[in-house]
């Protein structure tokens, strides 16, 4: 009996580990047999309804490829990407922010460029319809590893009114400089104590490679040395980035704080409780989409990221990108329909700028299009673009992200010292480096 | 001839005995003990989340780089993990113990049947409620415009004051351990309640014909025969704070600075799932059970006592 009990016993604990090793991907069908494409996407309910009616039309056009399009909210598509890739379980094509997705590239995980598939002749050809190095980011050893869904920089929305109420006029007394920004903000800003009740302008916490790392290179810093193998570079500029933080800060000025609610959403409502946020073009289709009453009254307007008044080089925000990428895991056949699937959704840019949630796809041909230049302040978003450069996308860039987070919290919420802070960092973000 | 074995009835009743345990044995082993013997397994190679290579061999340097000292001045250390999670624990667990103990004696003590089961509802109710909901709940009450603030202001007489509920390292710490009290109390006195009515009326009666105060009675009786409870309750609640992470999650993901509330298992999830270093998130969960081992076996061994007759 005592035997039974042992052989059973030890049944019962590794027969887990042979469901485990059973685990793999299941094949997928061949090419000449109907495919399935899993498409996984962040949530966006503008581009939901244009999607899902570009997918009804390519299923039509393409009956022996079905898709389901799966979304998630932006915050936890990164981490279900990444554990269903971790489990071999990655769907078949995706997007995520380029600083998250480089690391499928350099892990290869993802396959490259199907050119004929997507609709292009060639890789030139493909290259030849895209604005000049937006492909480079997920370019690798010759070969492409994905196409843009969007391109996304942000500049300043202000509302027109709150500006109104403290006598200044927006068209005139906007910020241009980040001091100018502080001053403008202190008077815009109503207090009870030590609580704001209505903010002048806040940041966009906690996308710190976003704007905080052009706002130090405007002082002349750099997150890395031109070979990539020294981090934090000029402790100026550094320095000098941390204490106006620390200065906007609950322990210096009392502008804001990371822990009101984000900005970018208040905004919308139209409440007195925000006039200055940062975000991208995307967001006139949410203001329009949230509170269609102030999106018409045009009492809203979007001017350039300030920059500082010693600022030594004239840097905007920095832009980012989400690419739709292909599985190398997947069966070749789906892999084939995905880049097709792809190819099909990006001819439709114009649908996606002006139906889609306004997210601009920086093919050669949108740029250059009348619906482009026709959206209010579009100029904008297209000039900052020219003076700014992709974000910081390396493999461990959510690791940097992490302990810049740390640096500017703790010079703006315990007080630290922005020197101390700034060794901490270094410390930090050079073992990062020398571990990559 | 084959002679028929003779199989006494426990021996059968202990085969059936096992067979009926079998399927949650095969549900631990799945979702419990392969996850153990993995991760003390992958806490000894560099794997990698998104890495297809061939995870290398490292003995046990990710347990060394965990209790580096020249790391510990980094807020973000291991080390600092360590103290946010004794903090955290310490704050939680021994307040949990001593008010959930006194408030199941209070509710035990009502003379009035519906004002017992309101309240042990009431208490109960914040447990059925999951991490991410109350701490969303909490986060409204700890916005500088919020209720936390506006109350103290009114009660205390301070008009404005912010009173930095997730901003200042030591409030957040606080912030966390009230969301985690105010939601597991209830638990707890319910377990306390349960331990509270095992104890045979009788004993309670003949203490009174003897002469016995209430408090004699608490601290010669209740205690004593409460004892074993005390004991569950105590690792219970120890275990449960030593795993803590929605909340500091919840809080994090709103703004709140990291390195207060950084505790173990926040930095197991920073570590294994943002920053990718699987192996290292690996050799900290194995740290973390070994410490909760630890702890358990020694409040086990100091508070061993005679089983509890009535």
């Known amino acids: 009996m005592k035997k039974t009990l042992v052989i059973l016993l030890l049944i019962s604990m590794l027969l887990p580990l042979s469901l485990f090793a059973a685990g793999t991907k299941e094949d997928k069908v061949d090419a000449s047999k109907p495919v399935t494409v899993n498409y996984w996407t962040h949530e966006d309910p503008a581009r939901t309804t244009l999607e899902t009616e570009l997918i009804e039309q390519f299923m039509k056009e393409n009956p022996n490829i079905t898709v389901v399009r799966t979304t998630n909210p932006s915050s936890k598509q990164i981490e279900v990407v990444q554990t269903a890739f971790a489990a071999k379980q990655g769907p078949d094509m995706f997007n995520l922010p380029i600083e998250n997705q480089y690391a499928y590239i350099s892990n290869g995980l993802v396959a490259p460029v199907d050119y004929q598939a997507a609709g292009y002749k060639n890789e030139q050809d493909l290259l030849d319809k895209y604005v000049d190095g937006v492909l480079d980011t997920v370019t690798v050893g010759g070969e492409v590893y994905g196409l843009p869904l969007e391109l996304t920089n942000w500049a300043i929305y202000i509302n027109k009114r709150v500006f109104r109420s403290v006598g200044l006029d927006a068209e005139r007394d906007y910020p241009k400089t980040w001091e100018e920004m502080a001053d403008i903000s202190e008077k815009l800003v109503i207090r009870d104590g030590d609580i704001l009740l209505r903010r002048g302008f806040d940041f966009r916490y906690p996308y710190y490679l976003e704007f905080f790392i052009p706002m130090v290179e405007q002082l002349g810093g750099d997150l890395l040395s031109a070979d990539g193998k020294k981090a934090i570079i000029g402790d100026d500029a550094w320095i000098g980035a941390l204490r106006f933080m620390q200065q906007w800060g609950p322990l210096g000025r009392n502008l804001g704080s990371p822990t009101y609610k984000n900005a970018r959403s208040l905004f919308n409502q139209d409440n007195n409780d925000i006039a200055m946020t940062h975000s991208g073009l995307y967001q006139e289709a949410r203001i329009k989409s949230d509170n269609p009453e102030f999106y018409d009254s045009m009492d809203w307007m979007v001017i350039p990221f300030p920059v500082f008044e010693n600022a030594v080089r004239n840097v905007a925000a920095c832009y980012y990108g989400h690419f739709f990428m292909v599985n190398a895991d997947s069966d070749p056949a789906v892999q084939k329909a995905a880049w097709k699937l792809a190819g099909f959704m990006l001819s439709h840019g114009e649908d996606y700028l002006t139906r889609g949630g306004s997210i601009i796809q920086p093919t050669k041909a949108l740029f250059a299009s009348d619906t482009l230049k026709n959206m209010p302040y579009s100029q904008v978003f297209i000039d900052d673009m020219a003076r700014a450069h992709m974000i910081y996308y390396g493999e461990n860039s959510a690791q940097i992200q992490q302990h810049i987070r740390q640096a500017i919290e703790s010079v703006m919420l315990s007080g630290e010292s922005p020197e101390k802070a700034v060794a901490t960092l270094r410390a930090a973000v050079q073992e990062v480096i020398d571990e990559q | ?310």
């Open chain 2, 1 to 310: 001839m084959r002679t028929r074995k003779y199989r006494g009835i426990e021996r059968k009743q202990a085969r059936w005995g096992f067979l009926f345990v079998l399927p949650a044995m095969l549900f631990f082993s799945l979702f419990n003990f392969y996850p153990i013997l993995n991760a003390f397994y992958t806490s000894f190679f560099n794997r990698k989340v998104l890495s297809r290579a061939k995870p290398a061999f490292v003995g046990l340097d990710n347990y060394a780089r965990l209790f580096d000292i020249s790391r510990a001045a980094n807020p973000l250390s291991f080390y600092n993990s360590l103290k946010a999670t004794i903090t955290f624990t310490l704050g939680t667990f021994i307040p949990l113990l001593i008010l959930s103990l006194i408030l199941a004696v209070f509710i035990s003590n009502l003379s009035s049947n519906r004002a017992k089961k309101f309240l042990q509802i009431s208490y109960y109710a914040p447990a059925v409620l999951s991490s991410v909901v109350a701490a969303s709940i909490w986060m409204i009450i700890f916005d500088p415009r919020g209720l936390a603030n506006q109350w103290l202001n009114v009660l205390m007489r301070t008009p404005g004051v912010d009173r930095k509920w997730l901003v200042d390292p030591m409030m957040e710490q606080m912030s966390t351990m009230i969301i985690y009290f105010w939601k597991y109390i209830g638990y707890f006195v319910i377990l306390f309640i349960t331990g509270l009515a095992s104890i045979p009326p009788t004993l309670y009666e003949a203490a009174t014909i003897d002469g016995a105060n209430k408090s004699q009675t608490f601290w010669r009786i209740t205690l004593p025969l409460l004892k074993p409870t005390v004991v569950l309750v105590s690792v219970m609640s120890m275990l449960q704070c030593l795993k803590t992470f929605s909340t500091q999650y919840m809080l994090y993901t709103n703004g709140a600075p990291r390195a207060p509330i950084n505790v173990i298992t926040f930095n197991i999830y920073i570590t294994g799932i943002q920053e990718q270093y699987l192996s290292r998130a690996s050799a900290m969960s194995v740290v973390l059970f070994i410490i909760m081992m630890l702890l358990t076996l020694l409040q086990f061994k100091t508070t061993k006592s005679e089983n509890v007759d009535y």
